[in-house]
């Protein structure tokens, strides 16, 4: 079992940047792939980027590639969002998620065992 803590969410005008974290507990976390998905008010929750249990390989959705970079580090227990050149579509609450049986991403939330409490990211025109 593993508990997801995100952070460093906040306000950001557009085109700036933020550095989302993902403290994850449990001794099997380099187990799990990780992902982080966005949800919006009155919308669907989405996956953004998704990450192997080795960091090996790094998916993002098309809406935030090139901009978005996700990483991980097992060492510490955490996972990354690095966000660039935010828009204000962007705005959203930010979820970390994790599952032990995934070895490629899956977008459907539903697939996903264990999630964080959210962060929020508000970007500004």
């Known amino acids: 079992q593993v508990q997801l803590v995100e952070s460093g969410g906040g306000l950001v005008q557009a085109g700036g940047s933020l550095r989302l974290s993902c403290a994850a507990s449990?001794?099997?976390?380099?187990?799990?792939?990780m992902a982080w998905f966005r949800q919006a008010p009155g919308k669907e929750r989405d996956f953004v980027a998704g990450?192997?249990?080795?960091?090996?390989?790094?998916y993002s959705a098309d809406s935030v590639k090139g901009r978005f970079t996700i990483s991980r580090d097992n060492a510490k227990n955490m996972v990354y969002l690095q966000m660039n050149s935010l828009k204000p579509e962007d705005t959203a609450v930010y979820y970390c998620a994790a599952d032990l049986s995934l070895s490629v991403p899956d977008a459907r939330p539903t697939r996903y065992a264990y999630w964080g409490q959210g962060t929020q990211v508000t970007v500004s025109s």
């Open positions: 990450i192997t249990w080795s960091g090996g390989s790094a």
């Open positions: 449990g001794r099997t976390f380099s187990s799990y792939f």
